[in-house]
């Protein structure tokens, strides 16, 4: 433990140190003054902004988020408090939160703690006091960058060393942090609903939801852990694969590409969410790029292309895969006829493909929601139904197995 930092005024002596003051300081040396919140410390990521009103329970818990330190739009954050029900994996993850103004009152009956005390518990450094809407002007205008929060003895760093610290910092582009939020071990749940089958999911940063709605809609569900070889993959004889949503740069996991390419060539039905949208657009031969700042929120329209309809959906991402929006493409890597089946209606960016000519769709957005509307449940059921025709078509299964 280093000494507190007790800044002495020349003329008038020793005052007193304003151990609160934290600051938000950006690549690009913008500067805003804030109180600390949550952890003391410092802590450096890339800044985005999440533009949900409800869901930060959710938002903290994704894995996605790691390395990232996030903003909330919405000014009031806490209110409701945390609970185990609304965890979506086991722990908090964002590399940093920052807020307008906390809570100073948890109100909600499924409360257990207060978020200012989980975000301490967990070591996660926050910054409150920060006109977040004005922060993300800026991101907007500018793009993602990365960010530093500085707290407790890390304030009284000079601007120029917090300056130093953020630009040393490591670029989301290229990074890679699978390894960092995958399980482990490899664990199974077993279906909830009527049995249709199992399913390998490479977790990438699975969320608790994504789980729960395969078990429902009638999986075994076998978690992989994201070092997991395709022998090992296909040993488990599943009836299909998934592969989750997770947090860095798709182009930095050519081996999960390769893992993907594998089980689509032996024939496994496939269904991705967000990163595995994006692997599944690498493995069918397209590119990834990083967006300017991505998307984050509750409310994004997506229209899917086939049925005209505008579903209101959950996104977090920051990169994206180039595919033509407009006409069917062939796959570089020989799976046949890939169409984008959904599109971001604010910009254009592919959210989902489907392949023409094997078993195997993915989206970018989240349709387990979690936190967000409902309106893309039914991905889970066109999942369920593509399984059943599939088996249904290989001579080699079993009827009824
Ligand atoms: N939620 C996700 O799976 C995010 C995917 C990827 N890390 C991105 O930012 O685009």
């Known amino acids: 433990m280093t000494e507190t930092p007790t800044p002495v005024d020349e003329r008038a002596g020793t005052v007193a140190v304003d151990l609160d003051r934290a600051v938000l300081v950006l690549e690009d040396g913008t500067r805003y003054e804030g109180r600390a919140y949550g952890a003391r410390g410092r802590t450096l990521g890339e800044a985005v902004f999440a533009t949900g009103m409800t869901g930060y329970q959710e938002t903290l818990t994704d894995p996605s988020y790691a390395g990232q330190i996030v903003l909330m739009t919405a000014p ?28 100073r009152v948890v109100s909600n009956f499924r409360s257990q703690r207060s978020l200012d005390d989980d975000l301490a518990d967990a070591g996660i450094v926050g ?38 610290l953020v630009q040393s910092g490591e670029q989301m582009a290229g990074r890679n942090l699978s390894g960092a939020v995958s399980t482990a071990d490899r664990y199974t749940m077993a279906a ?7 399913v390998a999911v490479l977790d990438l940063g699975v969320k608790t939801s994504t789980l729960n709605y395969l078990a429902e809609r009638g999986f075994d569900v076998h978690v992989l852990p994201q070092t997991v070889t395709p022998e090992e993959v ?44 994006q692997l599944l657009g690498r493995a069918l031969g397209f590119d990834t790029y990083k967006l300017p700042f991505g998307h984050r929120g509750i409310n994004q329209p997506v229209l899917d292309r086939a049925t005209g309809r505008v579903e209101i959906t959950a996104h977090n991402h920051g990169f994206a895969v180039a595919a033509p929006t407009d ?13 984008v089946s959904h599109v971001g209606l604010n910009d254009d960016v592919v959210e989902g493909l489907n392949c023409l000519d094997i078993p195997a769709f993915s989206v970018q957005y989240h349709p387990e ?10 991905l889970f059921d066109r999942f369920r139904d593509m399984v059943i025709a599939a088996k249904q078509n290989d001579p080699s299964q079993e009827a009824g197995e």
């Open 76 to 103: 009031h954050i806490g209110n409701t408090g945390m609970n185990d029900e609304d965890m979506e994996s086991s722990r908090i993850w964002v590399a940093g939160f920052v807020v307008r103004d906390p809570s």
């Open 127 to 164: 910054i409150s006091g920060i006109d977040t809407r004005a922060v993300t002007r800026h991101i907007r205008a500018l793009g993602a960058m990365r960010a530093g929060v500085f707290s407790g003895e890390e304030a009284f760093l000079s601007p120029g060393e917090q300056l130093d």
């Open 234 to 277: 296909l040993a488990l004889e599943p009836d299909a694969l998934f592969f989750s949503n997770g947090p860095g740069d798709p182009s930095a996991s050519e081996r999960h590409v390769e893992l993907l390419r594998s089980a689509l060539r032996a024939g496994l039905p496939y269904f991705g969410i967000c990163f595995g949208n």
């Open 192 to 198: 909830t609903g009527d049995r249709v089958g199992s």
């Open 327 to 339: 006409a069917v493409s062939e796959s570089s890597q020989g799976f046949g006829r890939v169409e």
């Open 369 to 378: 929601s979690a936190a967000g509307p409902h309106d893309a449940n039914y």
